[in-house]
T-cell receptor
Framework: DTEVTQTPKHLVMGMTNKKSLKCEQH?????MYWYKQKAKKPPELMFV???????INESVPSRFSPECPNSSLLNLHLHALQPEDSALYLC???FGQGEGYEQFFGPGTRLTVL | SQQGEEDPQALSIQEGENATMNCSYK?????LQWYRQNSGRGLVHLIL?????REKHSGRLRVTLDTSKKSSSLLITASRAADTASYFC????????????FGTGTRLLVSP
């Protein structure tokens, strides 16, 4: 299984809602990532987990809360988002953390904040 | 921090032609990677080239790396409509090699 899955594919939420994005991989990868991508822009790193511990937080606002319940799962909890948070949220995983490892991406969750 | 700048920003060619995209970066690197992204989808890894390599091939892809000029190029030969996508280079972005930073990307359109 060389796939990273993400659910849901699309999400529309109001500014007062709480929702979660889910990411799963069964490749035995020990590093997992959340990226945010706006239209016609490159992905921007938000968080990195390595061996289930938060390794990098790119100064992301606290309305985004990551969680890594086990080595296969990564969640992103969303609360009180702003319309400018609307974007494609990508999850990725790699065998190890760092620029020397190929990253495998999921198809993304298209988030719209009203 | 953004490490890679790619040019052209957009490229439009006919099927069968070759497509060349360039990536320039600012600081020393260990590795440079290229990824493809079909519209609104996840990224797919294409190739990784190490700093001690000058050229690497994978099928119709050829990647070159010139560390003295801090630049890399991706050549797609005999392009197909299915190659239509955005292409990104990625390096560590002067972050101590702990993460990938993606370049600005080239949008390639291959017309039948």
């Amino acid at each position: 299984d060389t796939e990273v899955t993400q659910t849901p594919k699309h999400l529309v939420m109001g500014m007062t809602n709480k929702k979660s994005l889910k990411c799963e991989q069964h490749m035995g990868h020990r590093a997992m990532y959340w990226y945010k991508q706006k239209a016609k822009k490159p992905p921007e790193l938000m968080f990195v987990y390595s061996y289930e511990k938060l390794s990098i937080n790119e100064s992301v606002p606290s309305r985004f809360s990551p969680e890594c319940p086990n080595s296969s799962l990564l969640n992103l909890h969303l609360h009180a988002l702003q319309p400018e948070d609307s974007a494609l949220y990508l999850c990725a995983s790699s065998f190890g953390q760092g620029e020397g490892y190929e990253q495998f991406f999921g198809p993304g969750t298209r988030l719209t904040v009203l | 921090s953004q490490q890679g700048e790619e040019d052209p920003q957009a490229l439009s060619i006919q099927e069968g032609e070759n497509a060349t995209m360039n990536c320039s970066y600012k600081t020393s690197i260990n590795n440079l990677q290229w990824y493809r992204q079909n519209s609104g989808r996840g990224l797919v890894h294409l190739i990784l080239i190490r700093s001690n390599e000058r050229e690497k091939h994978s099928g119709r892809l050829r990647v070159t790396l010139d560390t003295s000029k801090k630049s890399s190029s991706l050549l797609i030969t005999a392009s197909r409509a299915a190659d239509t996508a955005s292409y990104f280079c990625a390096t560590d972005g002067d972050t101590g090699f702990q993460k990938l930073v993606f370049g600005t990307g080239t949008r390639l359109l291959v017309s039948p």
